[in-house]
């Protein structure tokens, strides 16, 4: 049995890094099983995930079970020393369900209903799928928790389900009522005085569904809140069913920036982090999308090690154009995650469906069957993973953050804003890319954490910031942080109420600058750059009218042309120990890149590379283990700095082979290489905060 307190770790400690896929043995005859372990064995898999599209085979009718299948499998696993993370089938209920219980299914915003023949055909707030699916978990809870198969639990599967119906409306209003305990707070947090939107009762309140024209931007907010909530009460609660049995870790495999559900608060709920993450092939640069996320999951985690839980081996079926991954990129792509803090590496799946909806997705092992070029990766892959099996429960230390909420992300977003060029998203890699091609780690972290073991803390986009929030920042930098804001930050309240007075009001005294207007360009706008910068740059969309109103700031970069030709654009403000720096402009690549690392500067945190990295390279340190990961298909240089150079030769822990500073890394190739503890950042001075 296991800790639960211990999480991921527990299960880590073990066996190293987890190598497996999602396991579907229900789509293929029993008398393949035999072969599916024996080349799970060749490949180096030790855990796979089971059951979590298993619902209908086991509990084909309301009242029949069927678990023999299941115990074969199991007892079969166990006895070839794989580890299962058992899952919850609640993310595809049986056609029985929906059929008998109609009032079980999901309602789009315009009132139609989604039928069974899916997946997902489920009201996250229906009474009668609530108590189909703790009755499914129950059963499983009580019959496997003492398997020895078991190392982990899996709750149901990327859950995002969203519904309009009627009974979401009433969970809907007892939500409110305990958000706000009365009709009065509603429509006061609401500004329901607008557009005579005043409620008068309860059953008056609807979710967000279609209407003539915008809705209401706070109810719009709460009722993604609330989705969220409906979604992790679900989790919670087969969570909750399933400790009463087990004691084993329980998780669920989140979907990064997945812009449905609040992860923050899932995190608080689950024993360790899971994610899934795609790369998109097609798409040179998809690798910073994925290193943001896995970031995001480190964050999530407090800095501890996650777990990724799905990943592609090659192509996916389910965008528009499904390119397959070159050869080499499935192992770069997979360690870039161990580098950014991940004990595990899974696929969906082991092996390629032959029918259904996602037969054209890539698996561990083809169609074409075991000797193929994927599955022959597979196997390079596993064995990189024993090599490296000790680094499992190592922490990648960060010392810079980036700010994220998902209430900002969703109140930012509304239809009313005044440009729809700012997205959230473009703006957080935007300021994300100067760091990584200096390889430095990050962890995204939610405005309410605290800051006091970080240098330098980004914020690319908080359009909305609780008073509380920005008070611990503007403390944090008074005691010698350093903070960059992006952007149309700061602007409004938890209500997604706009501030009244200058912009952004509460972080004021920390950018030493304010605004009065907000002006979204219809053409780009020259910039000048100063304090010796020389830099031919254009804000592209997006400005704001700013005055200087602290004797301590100055601008780094004013508008040179246009209504606000000479006002500034971008301030760097000195404030008690620390120093911040504002943007009030969309800036291009190399204009953020100055800024970032001015801020870098300020913050004392060097690089461990020597200039920048190629475009296509990612650079993270993981413990004693310095990762670099050519994403490109064509030779890269690299050259470290000085601190690696008086190192001497480090070793890769793949090949034990001897690097210098000076490295050439080939198309899709891996390092992986032993250093000291101490290369990140190495002549960065540490200091206190909150």
């Not at 870790?249 to 923050?264: E, I, K, Q, S, W």
């Not at 990766?377 to 499992?392: F, M, N, P």
């Not at 101490?678 to 001075?685: E, I, K, L, V």
């Amino acid at each position: 049995m296991q800790l639960r307190s211990h999480g991921l770790k527990n299960v880590t400690d073990g066996t190293g890094l987890l190598f497996g896929a999602d396991y579907n043995p229900e789509q293929w005859p029993e008398e393949t099983w035999p072969e599916d372990i024996a080349l799970m064995k060749r490949a180096g898999i030790n855990i796979v995930t089971v059951g979590v599209f298993s619902w209908a085979r086991l509990q084909p009718e309301e009242g029949q079970w069927n678990f023999g299948w299941l115990d074969r499998l199991l007892d079969l696993l166990a006895d070839n020393g794989i580890r299962v993370c058992l899952a919850t089938p609640t993310a595809s209920p049986p056609p029985w369900l929906g059929h008998q219980h109609p009032d079980s299914l999901p309602t789009t915003a315009d009132g139609t209903t989604l039928w069974y023949g899916s997946r997902n055909q489920f009201s996250p707030s229906s009474s009668a799928y609530r108590a189909a699916a703790l009755a499914v978990t129950s059963r499983l809870a009580a019959r496997y928790a003492a398997h020895p198969a078991v190392a982990m639990w899996h709750v149901g599967n990327e859950l995002g389900q969203i519904s309009y119906d009627d009974e979401t409306a009433v969970a809907f209003r007892s939500w409110l009522l305990r958000r706000y305990g009365s009709l009065d707070a509603v429509n006061s947090a609401w500004g329901t005085a607008f557009w005579s939107q005043g409620y008068g009762s309860w059953e008056e309140i609807l979710p967000p569904r279609a209407a003539p024209y915008m809705h209401n931007p706070t109810q719009v907010l709460d009722f993604h809140r609330f989705t969220s909530e409906a979604l992790l009460e679900l989790f919670v609660a087969e969570r909750d069913v399933i400790r009463n049995h087990a004691e084993q870790p329980v998780t669920t495999n989140l979907m990064g920036f997945f812009r449905g559900a609040d992860y923050f608060r899932f995190a608080q709920e689950t024993d360790f982090i899971g994610n899934n993450h795609y790369v998109d092939p097609a798409e040179p640069q998809s690798w910073e999308t994925a290193a943001l996320t896995h970031d995001l999951c480190r964050g999530l985690a407090g800095g501890a090690p996650w777990m990724l839980m799905e990943s592609a081996t090659s192509a996916v079926s389910w965008r528009g154009h499904n390119v397959p991954k070159d050869p080499g990129a499935l192992r770069v792509d997979s360690l870039a995650a161990v580098a950014r803090g991940s004990d595990a590496v899974c696929y969906f799946q082991f092996r390629q469906s032959a029918f259904g909806a996602e037969r054209f997705h890539s698996a561990m092992v083809p169609l074409a069957g075991a000797d193929t070029r994927v599955f022959r990766e597979v196997c390079t892959l596993g064995s990189d993973l024993q090599e490296l099996r000790l680094l499992a429960g190592t922490p990648a230390h960060a010392r810079i953050a980036v700010l994220f909420d998902w209430d900002s992300w969703w109140a930012s977003e509304s239809p009313d804003r005044p440009s729809n060029r700012l997205g959230v998203m473009d703006q957080m890699l935007a300021y994300y890319r100067p760091l990584l091609r200096r390889g430095h780690c990050v962890e995204v972290i939610h405005p309410s954490s605290r800051l006091g073991r970080y240098d330098l803390v980004l914020a690319p986009s908080l359009f909305l910031l609780t008073e509380k929030d920005a008070e611990a920042l503007d403390a944090w930098v008074r005691a010698g942080g350093t903070a960059v804001v992006g952007p149309f930050s700061g602007v409004a309240d938890a209500n997604g109420h706009l501030r009244n007075g200058r912009h952004p009001a509460v972080l004021a005294d920390l950018l030493g600058v304010t605004g009065e207007e907000w002006r979204p360009l219809a053409s780009p706008v020259r910039l000048a750059f100063g304090q010796g910068v020389a830099m031919d740059a254009e804000a592209l969309s997006w400005s704001e009218d700013l005055r200087i109103h602290s004797g301590s700031a100055s601008p780094v970069a004013s508008f040179a042309a246009g209504p606000l030709s000479d006002q500034p654009a971008v301030v760097r403000n000195n404030h008690g120990k620390g120093w911040s720096w504002y943007a009030g402009a969309d800036l291009p690549e190399d204009a953020v890149d100055v800024v970032v690392e001015g801020a870098l500067r300020d913050a004392g945190i060097a690089s461990v590379v020597a200039g920048k990295l190629p475009a296509d390279v990612e650079l993270v340190q993981r413990g004693d283990y310095l990762f670099l990961l050519n994403h490109g298909d064509g030779s890269r240089h690299i050259e470290l700095n000085q601190h690696m150079r008086a190192n001497g030769p480090s070793i890769d822990m793949l090949t034990g082979t001897s690097h210098e500073a000076e490295l050439t890394l080939p198309p899709y190739g891996v390092l992986v290489l032993k250093c000291g503890p101490t290369t990140q950042n190495p002549h960065s001075p540490q200091k206190n905060g909150n």
